[in-house]
């Protein structure tokens, strides 16, 4: 969620400015329930927090794109 110059939100913001069916996943260290829920509601497809492996986000994208989620 934390980048440099803006925080995810508003990256995916931009992102569906740009291409409404645009499929995102954030990750963050520690994320408030009540605001994944947020995150969530507004259309990104999954909140991964930390710590997380590298095989633990490619199954989740295969299963985003295997699942046509939000197509």
Do not use: H, T
């Not at 913001?13 to 995150?39: F, H, M, T, W």
């Not at 990104?44 to 997380?52: A, E, I, T």
């Not at 490619?58 to 989620?69: F, P, Q």
């Amino acid at each position: 969620m934390g980048l440099p110059l803006f925080d995810g939100m508003v990256l995916f913001r931009k992102l569906k400015g740009i291409n409404p069916n645009v499929k995102v996943i954030l990750a963050s260290g520690y994320v408030d329930p009540e605001l994944k829920s947020q995150i969530l509601a507004a259309g990104v497809l999954d909140l991964m927090q930390k710590p997380y492996s590298p095989r633990s986000v490619v199954r989740r994208i295969r299963e985003i794109l295997d699942n046509n989620e939000n197509a």
